[in-house]
């Protein structure tokens, strides 16, 4: 059967003419299967008349825009009444803070500017602070998009647009001026369409196999940056490396009855045996969290099921994490070895329907964790050997979709507000590049390296997109803050 889903603004060319099958691993256009190359590239400079490059440019919030505020809201309903506040205390902090957490705001603005109809698996949440530092199996530190809670085949787009206007956004925040800022996006949308126009040329699998490993990155940059700046990276490096299974064990447990307990850091940090009380009293609790992760394991691959059986369950707590993820429901799991000194700690995470489904289509896996597993799967070049998804039934009876991975592995990220313009450009374009590569996993890189071209026309539309956007953002974030000053949402600061 043809899947002939566009979204919204997309070409009524391509609505008439484009019936290509859809994977049904994916759910993505198999067009390397039906198209030529050149059949590949004429398709992507045909979209080119129906939605011209410098269509992108530009942001005016349509007739009837939804309310960002009611938006946010909505999202409360699915989340722990108690940590919503604390999720509205950290948007609140400044307008990235809030653009952090408003993709589904942005979401329903992207839904309404022009795409060309070209599909990629799409982060769905593609800002600046959604990139980062970690392992790879090959123990090799690697970087790449590192959060998929949103993730969905849609326009390529609209990740290129998040990530522009939370460029913006972020160098408004540090104090550049709007010379600077504006080299700083074009920098990175240069680098996401140079950086497709490269993938275009070459093989299915070395585009696959294409990865951001940050030693040699480093080595190729190394003309390019400043002393300090090589400093920096250098000891981001170290960092990094630092960041483990046994740096939490020291910053998150203490001995308690002979093992390692997590310690309550409330509301931040809840222990399972505090969280519950008196409810798990008669209740062999630690049977059932066995029985949970026993169906997780299941999703893994048989020589990491392995690996993971080695470890036993030893203590677990609710964690709050990020900014738009807080009130979704986080874990730990603390796990150990082959003695107290060897620990592994799991993450588990809530995975609710995407941002993008109401603008780009359901998702195929009727599981939200497995969409997750899925997307951060194709999207990344190298992704956490733990990785896996469970269904689970909470204390309160209802049934959720959680994603699992590990808490710690090399996981960094880098410090936005401490960049200097040079710096966030060097940043801005990794992040371009990173992203182009995602999205060249899964989509026709030929048709949209055609429709992006040689010059600089989309490059200067998506630097005008990210100006107007990022006042946009401004006028939301005031608009967030009054509704908690007249208490139409409450906020928790500080947590």
């Known amino acids: 059967m043809l899947d002939t889903r566009l979204p919204a603004g997309a070409p009524e ?53 939804p309310d960002p505020v009611a ?8 989340r722990l009444p108690d940590l919503v506040p604390v999720r509205y205390g950290r948007m609140m902090e400044s307008p990235f803070t809030y653009y952090r957490g408003a993709a589904l705001p942005m979401a329903s603005d992207l839904a309404t500017t022009p795409s060309c109809g070209l599909i990629v698996q799409a982060c769905g949440d593609a800002h600046l602070s959604n990139f980062g530092l970690f392992a790879s199996p090959e123990r090799r530190l690697v970087f790449d998009v590192n959060d998929f809670d949103e993730t969905l085949p849609g326009p390529w787009e ?46 299915n699998l070395d585009v696959w196999y294409t990865q951001v490993d940050i030693e040699d990155l480093r080595q190729q940059a190394d003309g390019r940056l400043q002393a300090r700046q090589r400093k920096a990276v250098d000891k981001g490096m170290a960092k990094a490396r630092t960041r483990d299974s046994m740096q939490e064990l020291r910053k998150l447990t203490r001995i308690e009855d002979g093992q390692p307990r997590i310690v309550p850091d409330p509301p931040v940090i809840i222990p399972i045996r505090d ?37 036993e369950f030893t203590d677990m707590a609710r964690k709050v994490v990020g900014v738009g993820s807080v009130g979704t429901r986080c874990w730990i799991i603390l796990m ?54 469970q269904r689970a039934g909470g204390i309160d009876g209802v049934t959720r979709d959680f994603y699992v991975r590990q808490l710690r592995d090399w996981k960094f990220s880098i410090d936005i507000a401490s960049m200097i313009p040079r710096g966030l450009r060097l940043y801005a374009e990794l992040c371009g590049f990173t992203l182009a590569r995602a999205h060249a996993r899964s989509g026709d890189e030929i048709a949209i390296a055609a429709y992006l071209g040689g010059s600089d026309v989309f490059d200067q539309a998506i630097a005008d997109f990210a100006v107007a956007y990022a006042d946009q953002n401004e006028r939301d974030y005031h608009a967030f803050t009054a509704a908690i000053a007249s208490d139409r949402l409450h906020a928790e600061r500080g947590v």
Request: proline share 5%.
């Open 71 to 78: 938006l946010l809201d909505s999202q409360a309903a699915s």
């Open 336 to 389: 150990l070895g082959r003695d107290d000194n060897d620990p592994l700690f799991l993450q588990v995470k809530e995975a609710q329907e995407s941002v993008l489904c109401a603008y780009a289509g359901t998702s195929k896996y009727g599981n939200q964790g497995e969409r997750v597993v899925n997307g951060q799967r194709l999207m990344q070049a190298s992704s956490d050997i733990f990785l896996g998804w």
């Open 13 to 65: 060319s391509l609505r008439r003419t484009v019936l290509l099958p859809r994977s049904p691993a994916t759910g993505l256009e198999s067009s390397r299967v039906r198209l030529s190359p050149a059949e590949r590239q004429v398709r992507g400079k045909a979209a080119r008349a129906e939605v011209p490059r410098e269509s992108h440019a530009g942001w005016q919030p349509p007739p009837g825009r």
């Open 158 to 203: 609209w990740d290129v647009k998040r990530l522009a206007a939370s460029l913006e956004v972020a160098a408004r925040e540090n104090g550049f001026t709007e010379k600077d800022r504006r080299k700083i996006v074009l920098a990175m949308v240069a680098r996401y369409r140079l950086g497709m126009r490269g993938f275009a040329k070459l093989g």
């Open 275 to 311: 969280l519950l009380g008196g409810q798990i009293d008669g209740v062999d609790f630690e049977a059932q969290l066995r029985g949970l992760v026993g169906k997780y394991r299941r999703t893994l691959q048989p020589d990491r099921r392995v690996l993971l059986e080695q470890f």
